[in-house]
């Protein structure tokens, strides 16, 4: 089989509006590959192909008229099934909600039709965004998993069957599965994208974006943005109308995290060639090593993923006390003993745990003052072997916990299975992160046609 | 008929640990009372008498066994009708919602659940907690409001139907009612109890309490947060394990708002009197008139209603554009207009509203400085003749838009209706509210058995 790759939606707008091409044949070409594909990399629990095609027929028409919606007016997208749609069940990963339909679509989707885009399919989760692996396979190999918990909306997007879609970060969510499925990956500061009709109620979890391209992933979180806003009470996702130019950082802080001394060589040697490429070209690396700053978030790093499982945990009391009581034996052993943690846990407990977060969340914003943005790896090797576990989100953690924007991005490789590069910006200044991730896409990747 | 007045648990807890009264008798006393009242009060959309009298036979024991779960182990409570509960359906007061049954409780019904708390019925909500009122009639002239949107909630505490409450407030929602109806009222702090499975999506709205006494509302409160939290990421209400003593405070700033103005003759020589029983208790008070941070206060004190308004239209947009697709035709115009005017904003203009939000809550907390709380009166009058409108807001909703603590104490008459002395604190210091308030309580009621 051909390697698989993503699929970029910019690219096509001036076909659509030269006429060459089509948001239908566009469409047809993604059925073809799902066609192809899914049924052995398994990314979906729902696909709505008839109103996919009306809704391509009318958005080709209104490309036909020189009047689209939005610059993703047309796009196929696939939507985590933690997120609620109007038309497609929202069965949450677990058996408890198999079938389950709201009968509206969350506030993201909504502002998604509004601008136009396709909403195709519903993508597979883990139970509950957590832990219990789907079905889904990784398209660059289907012996490996994609990563979790936004499972098939990676495989979706890295294998090309769609050009975009929504996942969910509170761990590793959306970086570690688009490390393990080589799409761009991008969970955004706290609070960026309205979480309303999404079953992801912790205080660090974010909605986010999956794509081809930094410009796709960015129009995406911005055309729901600019029609639903952020959670309430938060600013939302701020930035420009279309993606800021490339703009080379001056410096960059290089993290090693915990999760340095787990990577597997050959991906510590990439991470290692990425960050001399960016020396030759001029940017000023800063480490643990030589920078005090740096120094002292690394420090603390190993606190995150402990600090961020405790506050889960409380924060899942509810509703995983009602899930429990409905019908305990639909559930796994890895949610009960989450709840059975919680229920171990104070409020008290809760309260010191997030005053440390804040304090954590204090030390990294100080790296402001010596580096644009960190950069680390996105996960510490290529997608593990076999579809039980989701592999390790060790290097994924620490910006859910900070609350600031990250991006993964497709740059390596290891063998024959991509690998992320990780940068990591500060709180609510997302686009600054993208204009400086995509002059890091062209400095380590000029030739890549699937990341610019 | 005799007037009525809202049922203390706490001063039962004696006789049901001697064994004098029982839960089982103390539900019955409610359900007489429900009998009586509510055929023509109408406070309830659903009613579980069968399910209540199990749970009051299991507290009745757990006291005869001495080992009740908590100090409200048998607490007859009703639940504003957007809360979610397993037993009942949570209809929102909207015909878009008419029997919906999510089939899960609440995070604070499930946490009084476990404390042994026993939920007797959901209550009248206005049209998804905003404008439009149901049927329900105030229970001291039912020719009058029971004021909204915790319309039920506050005319089943104020009749002595239920010895307790939940409401929910992002306007005036708990404050109002409770005035009208004349029990305690308590919105906390933002994020003080945990909305989780509750439709109250906006970012200044609070679940809170109304009870009889401040005794049980602080109860309610705190079994509720040691068991669930606050909202994701919010410390919880903060506070002992029972209402803190009374303390009288040095200073008190008293606020006109623009509710002053308005605010009937009678209403404004009843606070006027309240204000000069605290002097001669030895209360300092500061006014506008004499204290410059006062003033500051006051001067923007304007913004807030409009600014609370425009929040809340664009933190409505969804869900509100999900209940247009399904069916217009079972939304009030007033639902539409506001989901009308929230498509004419943009997020730009969003995140100006709750950058200035955020500057008037810190010219509130610089009153701190000065004074140990605010007190006004909670509504420019007794409720309103009809039932077609919920009265004016305008003294309670500088609380919600602050994002700090506020109770409105049944302390004051118009004529034979119940009116409420207001008292607000700050932000997460909701037990020295309490403290305070039970000590202007006993300066300016001491006589009174509903309130201490």
Not at 247 to 259: K, S
Not at 320 to 346: C, F, H, P, W
């Amino acid at each position: 089989m051909s390697r698989p790759h993503p699929r970029s939606f910019a690219r096509a707008l001036g076909d659509f509006a030269a006429g060459t091409d089509t948001p239908r044949d566009f469409l047809e070409r993604c059925i073809d590959e799902i066609e192809a594909r899914d049924p052995e990399v398994k990314a979906f629990t729902a696909i709505n192909l008839e109103a996919a095609r009306d809704a391509a027929d009318a958005s080709t028409q209104r490309w036909h008229e020189g009047a689209p919606l939005s610059p993703i007016d047309g796009m196929p997208i696939g939507v985590k099934d933690v997120i609620e749609t109007a038309d497609m069940p929202t069965g949450m990963g677990s058996g408890l909600f198999d079938g389950y339909s709201p009968g509206h679509d969350s506030a993201s989707v909504h502002a998604l039709r509004e601008a136009g885009a396709i909403i195709v399919a519903k993508t597979v989760t883990t139970e509950f965004a957590a832990t219990r692996p789907g079905p889904t396979r990784n398209p660059h190999d289907l012996a490996r998993t994609p990563g979790g918990s936004s499972s098939g909306s990676a495989a979706a997007v890295g294998s090309g069957m769609l050009a975009g879609a929504l996942g969910t970060q509170v761990v590793g969510s959306i970086l570690r599965p688009a490390s393990y499925c080589g799409c761009v990956g991008f969970k955004p500061s706290l609070g960026g994208i309205n979480r309303g009709g999404s079953h992801d109620y912790m205080s660090q979890s974010c909605q986010g974006v999956l794509a081809a391209t930094l410009e796709d992933t960015w129009q995406i979180a911005r055309e729901i943005v600019v029609r639903a806003g952020g959670d309430p009470g938060m600013p939302g996702l701020i930035g420009p109308a279309i993606m800021p130019d490339a703009r080379t950082p001056a410096t960059l802080a290089f993290l090693e995290t915990t999760g340095w001394d787990v990577a597997v060589p050959e991906a510590r040697d990439a991470m290692l060639r990425v960050l001399d490429d960016l020396r030759a070209a001029g940017v000023k690396i800063v480490t643990r090593h030589d920078d005090a700053l740096v120094a002292a978030l690394e420090d603390v790093i190993p606190e995150v993923l402990p600090l961020t499982r405790r506050i889960n945990a409380w924060e899942s009391r509810w509703p995983l006390n009602t899930y429990v009581d409905r019908d305990a034996s639909k559930l796994s052993q890895g949610m009960i003993d989450r709840l059975r943690e919680a229920e171990a846990m104070t409020v008290e407990g809760y309260r010191a745990d997030i005053a440390r977060r804040e304090e954590i969340r204090a030390i990294h914003a100080k790296v402001s003052a010596v580096a644009e943005a960190c950069i680390t790896l996105s996960a510490p090797d290529a997608a593990p072997l076999g579809i039980e576990a989701t592999g390790n989100p060790v290097f994924a953690v620490p910006c859910s916990l900070l609350g600031v924007p990250a991006l993964s991005l497709p740059l390596l490789r290891v063998g024959q299975m991509p690998l992320g590069v990780q940068t990591i910006g500060y709180r609510d200044e997302d686009a600054a992160l993208f204009a400086l991730s995509a002059a890091i896409v062209d400095i380590i990747a000029p030739a890549n046609q699937n990341v610019a």
